[in-house]
């Protein structure tokens, strides 16, 4: 008997979300990065284990948006949250509730979706921060369990997928069982070089930079790529290529090595800057960048 469950996995900008969804996965489906924000579409995580296919849907950070992509990126979870059949908000040990938490929960509410609650990043914490926050979580919604996680280090991950599988039902799979996600490899390739970008660079350039893969051609031993970089103003484009192009490189490089361990070949990337104004304002842009609304 197979069963299936779709879990949308939310809560606010950098709590962990993503690392969660790698650490259950045990393979690399989402870019992270310290910086909040980074994931900005819905990522499918598929874990199929037996008889049983959870689908994970990481979500972005849930914020108020100050531009048409976070409108996109907020809506994204929204619509998410919409066709799941449970959720796991994940929050961090801060003892009282968020604007953002609160918002996300009413979501629920009104719903009326299960969920968990994912204490994320404990190995940082007290025990009596983390007390607190589980009090104040639960006597703000009923969750069906709570479960305190460190997901950079593996701590509590088997737990919170052993609690999910209450949310499995008879069904068929929608995806097959030697898959760990829907992304295609353009679209991987799109999200690495944009982590290397959120790595590298300082300040608020990250958040004002998109990837487009133009070309994406597979030989019997080496891919080409060719990606160009969007940014949002002439002098971010000098900061990006770098002083003599030492940043473009080294963001290229990193890039390039990850990809080819990935793809498990060589690979030969591109990579071209240009400048699109204020493209996060630009639905046009965002429409040809990728960010469409479903």
Same mark, same amino acid.
């Given at each position: 008997m197979k069963r299936t469950a779709f879990i949308a996995i939310v809560g606010r900008p950098n709590v962990g979300k993503s690392t969660l969804l790698n650490a259950i996965l045990g393979e690399k489906v989402a870019i992270v990065s310290?910086?909040?924000q980074t994931t900005r579409n819905r990522i499918t995580g598929i874990h199929t284990v037996g008889d049983d296919q959870f689908v994970f849907l990481d979500t972005p950070g849930m914020h108020r948006p100050r531009t048409k992509l976070g409108d996109y990126m907020v809506k994204a979870v929204g619509d998410t949250l919409g066709g799941a059949d449970a959720a796991i908000l994940v929050v961090e040990p801060r003892e009282a509730i968020g604007d953002i938490e609160a918002g996300i929960i009413e979501n629920l509410k009104k719903q009326e979706l299960p969920a968990? #609650?994912?204490?994320n990043k404990v190995d940082g914490a007290t025990a009596v921060s983390i007390a607190r926050t589980i009090?104040? $979580?639960?006597?703000? $919604?009923?969750?069906?369990?709570?479960?305190?996680?460190?997901?950079?280090?593996?701590?509590?991950?088997?737990?919170?997928?052993?609690?999910?599988?209450?949310? #499995?039902?008879e069904s068929i799979w929608f995806f097959p069982d030697d898959i760990v996600t829907d992304q295609t490899e353009r679209q991987m390739a799109a999200e690495i070089i944009r982590e290397k970008l959120l790595r590298t660079l300082s300040d608020e350039i990250p958040h004002g930079?998109?990837?487009?893969?133009e070309d994406f051609a597979e030989g019997e031993s080496l891919?080409?790529?060719?990606?160009?970089? $969007?940014?949002?103003?002439?002098?971010?484009?000098?900061?990006i290529i770098g002083k003599g192009?030492?940043? #473009?490189?080294?963001?290229g490089t990193e890039a390039r090595l990850e990809l080819e361990r990935l793809y498990g070949t060589k690979v030969n990337l591109e990579l071209?800057?240009?400048?699109?104004?204020?493209?996060?304002?630009?639905q046009f842009n965002l429409n040809d960048l990728g960010y469409k609304p479903e």
């Amino acid at each position: 008997m197979k069963r299936t469950a779709f879990i949308a996995i939310v809560g606010r900008p950098n709590v962990g979300k993503s690392t969660l969804l790698n650490a259950i996965l045990g393979e690399k489906v989402a870019i992270v990065s310290k910086r909040p924000q980074t994931t900005r579409n819905r990522i499918t995580g598929i874990h199929t284990v037996g008889d049983d296919q959870f689908v994970f849907l990481d979500t972005p950070g849930m914020h108020r948006p100050r531009t048409k992509l976070g409108d996109y990126m907020v809506k994204a979870v929204g619509d998410t949250l919409g066709g799941a059949d449970a959720a796991i908000l994940v929050v961090e040990p801060r003892e009282a509730i968020g604007d953002i938490e609160a918002g996300i929960i009413e979501n629920l509410k009104k719903q009326e979706l299960p969920a968990v #609650l994912a204490v994320n990043k404990v190995d940082g914490a007290t025990a009596v921060s983390i007390a607190r926050t589980i009090a104040a $979580y639960a006597a703000a $919604y009923e969750f069906d369990a709570v479960v305190p996680l460190s997901a950079k280090n593996g701590k509590g991950v088997d737990t919170v997928v052993e609690e999910c599988k209450r949310y #499995l039902q008879e069904s068929i799979w929608f995806f097959p069982d030697d898959i760990v996600t829907d992304q295609t490899e353009r679209q991987m390739a799109a999200e690495i070089i944009r982590e290397k970008l959120l790595r590298t660079l300082s300040d608020e350039i990250p958040h004002g930079t998109a990837v487009s893969i133009e070309d994406f051609a597979e030989g019997e031993s080496l891919v080409n790529i060719r990606a160009e970089i $969007y940014c949002e103003r002439q002098s971010h484009k000098g900061i990006i290529i770098g002083k003599g192009g030492a940043t #473009l490189k080294k963001i290229g490089t990193e890039a390039r090595l990850e990809l080819e361990r990935l793809y498990g070949t060589k690979v030969n990337l591109e990579l071209w800057v240009r400048v699109k104004e204020k493209w996060r304002d630009s639905q046009f842009n965002l429409n040809d960048l990728g960010y469409k609304p479903e």
